[in-house]
């Protein structure tokens, strides 16, 4: 079987022996197929995850390993369906650099390819609506990875802290919540927010300061990598 990821390094997979086959699925389903190639690169890390329609996770992965392939399958259910694949990572690597690349597909038919990306999102399934109204609102779409466990302190498993955000107009705070990070919680963290068209919006976010030790006063040191885009343009990215 033959991935074809950047156009140029095509990648062939050989089963030889007894493999684990794609499950088959019922008529009521639809096969989702996540490619991950791990191109030049092997100490970088991403984890990416597919939620339904209300946000509740199906399937998620931490993929890593120079020129390393992996293959994720499942059946998800096809009908009233829209699913959001997510994706995230410690980097955005040249791209004339054999880099981490991925494939979704979903019922046979490709969804995206990408070999491009610090944070990247896209929704599927044949029942998925505007998340804000078109006419008036424009989507801000906020992502943030937390690269900071890959730093091997086990103490970052074993704390649990919360980045704060703001979004706000001239006049008052449009939303606002907190990102858990630490301990068992996911290290990518994705958030929709739609605000009137035309409007200014100011968005902020700060980092806790951690202390694992009383005595000394000694703090973790965060420094997560996170972007904000509004109707698709991307107006700050940190990495």
């Known amino acids: ?103 979704v597909f979903f019922d046979g038919e490709l969804v995206r390819r990408s070999n491009s990306w610090l944070l990247d999102s896209v929704r599927f399934g044949g029942n998925c609506k505007p998340l804000c109204n078109q006419e008036d609102e424009s989507l801000i779409e906020f992502f943030m990875y937390d690269r900071d466990r890959l730093r091997g302190d086990s103490r970052y498993y074993e704390v649990e802290y919360e980045y704060e955000w703001d979004l706000n107009d001239s006049s008052a705070t449009v939303s606002s919540g907190v990102v858990p990070q630490g301990a068992d919680n996911p290290p990518l963290a994705h958030k929709i927010m739609c605000v009137p068209k035309g409007s200014c919006s100011s968005f902020s976010i700060s980092a806790p300061n951690v202390i694992v030790n009383v005595t000394t006063n000694e703090a973790l040191f965060l420094y997560p990598v996170y972007s904000l885009a509004m109707d698709n343009v991307t107006y700050r990215k940190v990495q």
């Open 1 to 103: 079987q033959e991935f074809v990821f950047d156009g140029r390094n095509p990648i062939t997979s050989t089963e030889v022996g007894t493999c684990t086959k794609p499950p088959i699925c019922k008529d009521t389903e639809a096969l989702l197929e996540i490619q991950y190639w791990g191109g030049n690169f092997d100490y970088n890390q991403h984890s990416f995850r597919v939620e339904d329609k209300n946000g509740n996770t199906v399937l998620h992965g931490e993929p890593e390993g120079r020129y390393s392939l992996h293959q994720t399958d499942a059946c998800l259910p096809k009908d009233d369906a829209c699913y959001t694949f997510l994706i995230g990572g410690d980097y955005q690597w040249d791209p004339e650099i054999p880099p981490p690349t991925y494939s």
